[in-house]
């Protein structure tokens, strides 16, 4: 009985925290669970040094003369995660992609400074390396959009000048807490004293949990994390990363997303902004993502039916169908007509 508690315990920590604010893998559509990550975007840019030296591994496609749209992860993904989406995008803009810090083919972090304050910069150090001059468009996923917030705070210049868009996916601007991330860390907290600890506890559950040969974090993850309907491949690999990933990601970056309130940045992300959430999104609710719309200066919202928190993987033609009319109107890009075909009335 107490190892079925046990089990039964891990496989919730790794259900709603590996596969929470996370996930990196990526499965193309109609593949089985054995096919190759999506395709990265083709132009290795090399490294780009951020603020205190970090060096983050940066690729592109599209027309390098574009405007430009800049893609960033969330909490242990890579930015293979995109692999559905920049196709998409870079036939009509420059696609820029990075590696958070300590993520990915990124360098670990410098000083061990894995806070949301520190990605932020980082964001800013790669728009700026790759679209001086240009106008751009970011667009987060999770700890991705919380780091543009991030770089709203320190760097609220940039938007209006260089950042003329946003879109936010699974968005939250604080009270991360009251999420699935938060249901696992609450638990553990009267255990562990404080939040760091109980990030520490949540990472020996995650290993303990990865190494078992018992399924239930792949059906917890399933419940808490996805829409009724994602494919068992993206279950799967996003639940097998727990295995691959730093425990200092989970130890020191996971409080941070915890903890970070950055209600007091949304006011200065003065550009029109998507807020995207999934239907069945359990991280970051419906409700926080009509809260978080209501309170941009120019906020949106838009709710991608049958979604989770991870609706790149999950949805990924409908998160494209939302994003790229916002994208180009952003950009001042207008839509391409069709030619009509030989004999065609």
Do not use: N, Y
């Amino acid at each position: 009985m107490k190892r079925r508690v046990a089990l039964l315990s891990a496989g919730i920590a790794v259900g709603a925290v590996a596969a929470g604010v996370v996930g990196r893998s990526v499965v193309r559509r109609h593949h089985g669970p054995d096919a190759p990550i999506g395709d990265l975007p083709p132009e290795d840019l090399g490294r780009v040094a951020s603020f205190d030296g970090t060096e983050l591994a940066v690729r592109a496609a599209g027309d390098p003369s574009a405007p430009v749209v800049l893609l960033a992860h969330g909490f242990s993904l890579d930015m293979s995660v995109w692999c559905e989406l920049w196709p998409e995008l870079a036939r009509d803009v420059r696609v820029v992609a990075f590696d958070h810090r300590s993520h990915g083919a990124s360098a670990p972090a410098a000083h061990g400074d894995l806070s949301l304050r520190a990605m932020g910069r980082d964001v800013a150090a790669v728009l700026q390396a790759t679209s001086p001059g240009r106008p751009a468009v970011v667009i987060g996923h999770s700890m991705g959009a919380m780091a543009i917030l991030a770089m709203a705070e320190q760097r609220p210049e940039l938007f209006g000048r260089e950042v003329v868009g946003a879109v936010l996916i699974g968005a939250a601007s604080s009270d991360l807490l009251r999420g699935a991330m938060g249901s696992v860390t609450e638990l553990l907290r009267p255990w562990s004293g404080t939040l760091r600890s109980a990030a520490r506890r949540v990472d020996a559950v995650r290993r303990v949990a990865t190494s078992s040969r018992v399924g239930v974090s792949g059906v917890v993850a399933r419940v808490t994390q996805f829409g009724p309907d994602a494919p068992h491949a993206v279950v799967d690999h996003v639940v097998s990363l727990a295995e691959r990933t730093a425990s200092e990601v989970w130890t020191d970056a996971l409080p941070e997303l915890m903890e970070m309130d950055l209600r007091h940045a949304v006011p200065r992300v003065h550009v029109p902004t998507l807020v995207v959430v999934g239907e069945h999104d359990r991280v970051t609710p419906p409700a926080a993502a009509v809260d978080l719309a209501a309170a941009l200066p120019q906020g949106r919202l838009a709710v991608i039916a049958g979604a989770g928190h991870i609706p790149m993987l999950e949805r990924p033609l409908d998160l494209d169908r939302a994003i790229r009319p916002f994208v180009r109107e952003s950009l001042g890009i207008r839509t391409r007509r069709r030619k009509p075909q030989e004999g065609a009335a």
